[in-house]
């Protein structure tokens, strides 16, 4: 692109800007030659700030930005040499001041115009006794870098706060699990306290039961000697029955002779008579004995089946007793290992809030450093 010479500003250098130009208007000399080779674009200016050259790479570029800057600043692209760099800045004496001071240089700045944002980089250029020709500007378009991340720190950002979200529910699902947990367990324990009371008090009621078992087995066993009592004492009184009868037959013997011994027998007759009425004494008392001795057989045999229902009843109450007393112990045993879980429960619930604020803290300084990085590369 050729060259238009630009007046020079007081104080400036009209040799050293006819070196410059020199230089750049042979397209034999190796640095023109290396400059056009750049990758990158690039802007040479005068001391006067006024744009004197520019390689292919940012003529091609220049190209595709064309619509933005005659939207941007009324230019065309082919009036961008032999043009200040003034005509891109809002104040352009601050500019003119930062780029006269040497340690200002080499300055890095980001320019943004309609929807187009350029990196720039800008240094003097002297040659070697220091004598400064004039500027060099390389700059590239980061438009499309700087969307990509302005996007991705977006999509950063909305995946961050939804996850954010999640953590903050899970905290508060974890918080309200650890509660009910907590309440639970207490319960639990109240539970265990009440099973182990009742468990207690059944062995207490069992050991009674078994007690009466066996209170009631003696008393079967105590009128089965009562009845077998009762038989032994019925054969003694009827042993004594047969010797009554024997003596009163003795007696009416004894009468009949005493009456046919006559006057020498009365004597006789008279104790004879003594025996055979106590012999029907002791015949009726008998009688009157068997009769309650048989009442009493009686009672004790009404008795003992009354004990042995009793002692079947108390035992179908001790089997019941002892199924309850084992239920009673496995309940115990479920409701430690439920209060057991239910603690574990509230454990992990624990460790899960615990867990969900570090997922936070890392969210967070992911999101930190996302924006660290955006703002890097927005302005590198």
């Not at 961008?80 to 700045?109: N, T």
């Not at 038989?231 to 042993?239: S, V």
């Not at 004894?254 to 020498?264: F, K, L, N, P, Q």
């Not at 112990?329 to 057991?340: C, K, N, P, Y």
Request: glycine share 6%; net charge negative; with cysteine.
């Amino acid at each position: 692109m050729a060259m238009t010479p630009r007046p020079r500003a007081a104080g400036r250098s009209a040799r050293a800007d006819a070196s410059l130009q020199q230089l750049l208007a042979d397209s034999s000399n190796p640095l023109a030659a290396v400059l056009e080779s750049l990758h990158a674009n690039c802007f040479v200016a005068d001391l006067d700030l006024t744009l004197v050259w520019s390689n292919r790479a940012a003529q091609v570029t220049m190209v595709g930005l064309a619509p933005a800057v005659r939207a941007a600043f009324g230019l065309d692209v082919g009036q961008m040499v032999g043009g200040s760099i003034h005509r891109f800045h809002k104040d352009p004496a601050r500019i003119e001041k930062i780029l006269l001071d040497p340690s200002a240089l080499p300055r890095d700045a980001v320019f943004s115009f309609g929807g187009v944002t350029l990196r720039t980089l800008i240094n003097q250029i002297t040659d070697g006794q220091g004598t400064r020709l004039g500027y060099v500007v390389v700059w590239d378009n980061v438009s499309e870098r700087n969307a990509s991340a302005d996007a991705a720190v977006r999509a950063v950002t909305t995946a961050t706060e939804r996850i954010s979200g999640i953590s903050h529910e899970v905290v508060e699902i974890s918080g309200h699990t650890s509660a009910e947990a907590d309440s639970a367990a207490g319960a639990t324990e109240q539970l265990r306290a009440a099973i182990s009371e009742i468990a207690r008090s059944s062995n207490e009621a069992t050991g009674q039961v078994r007690a009466a078992a066996t209170a009631t087995e003696e008393g079967v066993a105590k009128l089965a000697d009562l009845q077998h009592a009762s038989a032994e004492i019925g054969d003694f009184l009827r042993l004594i029955t047969g010797v009554a009868e024997q003596t009163k037959m003795l007696a009416l013997n004894a009468t009949i002779e005493a009456a046919r011994a006559g006057s020498a027998g009365k004597g006789f007759a008279v104790v004879a008579d003594e025996v055979k009425q106590l012999a029907g004494a002791t015949a009726a008392s008998i009688t009157d004995i068997e009769a309650r001795i048989e009442a009493i057989q009686s009672a004790a045999s009404a008795g003992a089946r009354t004990l042995s229902e009793i002692e079947r009843l108390v035992t179908t109450v001790l089997d019941a007793q002892t199924s309850v007393a084992a239920a009673i112990e496995e309940q115990s045993a479920v409701a430690t290992d439920l209060a057991r879980s239910i603690t574990v429960m509230s454990n992990n619930a624990t460790q899960a809030t615990s867990k969900t604020n570090e997922v936070a803290d890392g969210i967070r300084q992911i999101t930190e450093r996302t924006t660290t990085l955006h703002q890097l590369i927005i302005e590198s």
